[in-house]
């Protein structure tokens, strides 16, 4: 009963730890103009008002922004998985000529820094007249070598058998990954859908790049573009920033509820 309690209260400790940091930006976005230049801190605005919210929704770009950073994320979440589920079947699940070394060839991807290959993906995409277009925001970003490996592993672990008597029942290779395979990896998959949408929601440096116009910069880089700190307008800075959190614990709710319920009823799934 001990040990349980303070079990509680360590999670209690940490949880809070990591909520303040959201609590106060939360807060700050209710700030007026004053209670950023007061003499003391403030931890509670001195007055509730939505006009910090207002003043960064009515902004022209704000709302494109988001739209590309939520479009761009998930589409790149939905390709992803596309190519990976048949590639970690593929590797695990089928016989072929230097199959070993192929996946430790795009295993070892993994250790080739993103920032490296900058100049040639970018050579590539404006050599096919893609840039300022979604599409040169997600292609580099498709493959992933850690998502294969995290299948890989998942796919690998089940039973020969089953895959055989798929196969003796007449189940093709994609009805088996649909029915059969990927509903047993619901947690892993759903673990790459939202680690690929935040990963790219979170990208600065590569949208950057790429988009030059307005009406495609990324939420990330729109940020530093709507000029509220060089307004004195902090308040709408941080009602803007908790206004892109959204999809983020949107996506944190659904993929808990995803993935607790296929660890509990696993069957079901």
Do not use: C
């Not at 939360?26 to 103009?33: D, G, L, N, W």
């Not at 993103?114 to 599409?135: F, R």
């Not at 983020?248 to 319920?261: D, E, N, P, Q, Y």
């Amino acid at each position: 009963m001990m040990n349980r309690t303070i079990r509680i209260i360590l999670a209690a400790i940490l949880a809070a730890i990591v909520a303040f940091p959201i609590l106060y930006a939360f807060s700050m976005s209710f700030f007026s103009i004053i209670d950023f230049t007061d003499s003391y801190a403030h931890f509670l605005p001195s007055t509730l008002s939505l006009r910090n919210y207002v003043l960064a929704l009515s902004h022209r770009n704000f709302p494109r922004y988001i739209f590309n950073s939520v479009m761009t994320s998930t589409l790149l979440s939905v390709l992803r998985i596309m190519i990976t589920i048949p590639a970690a079947f593929a590797f695990s699940h089928l016989e072929f000529k230097r199959r070993k070394m192929l996946l430790g060839v795009m295993i070892s991807t993994l250790f080739i820094p993103s920032d490296a290959l900058l100049y040639e993906n970018y050579s590539t995409v404006a050599a096919l007249g893609l840039l300022d277009t979604y599409a040169a925001i997600i292609l580099p970003s498709i493959f992933s070598a850690s998502s294969l490996l995290m299948l890989y592993g998942a796919f690998s672990s089940g039973s020969r058998y089953v895959y055989d008597a798929a196969r003796i029942d007449g189940s093709g290779d994609i009805r088996y990954m649909a029915e059969i395979l990927t509903p047993l990896s619901g947690p892993f998959i759903t673990t790459i859908l939202m680690q690929s949408f935040i990963t790219s929601f979170n990208s600065y440096l590569w949208p950057l790049i790429v988009t030059s116009r307005d009406s495609m910069r990324t939420v990330q880089i729109g940020l530093a573009m709507l000029g509220f700190a060089e307004e004195g307008e902090r308040g709408a800075e941080f009602a803007a920033v908790m206004i892109i959190t959204i999809p983020f614990l949107v996506l944190l709710a659904a993929g808990r509820r995803t993935i607790m319920k296929a660890l509990v009823n696993p069957k079901e799934d």
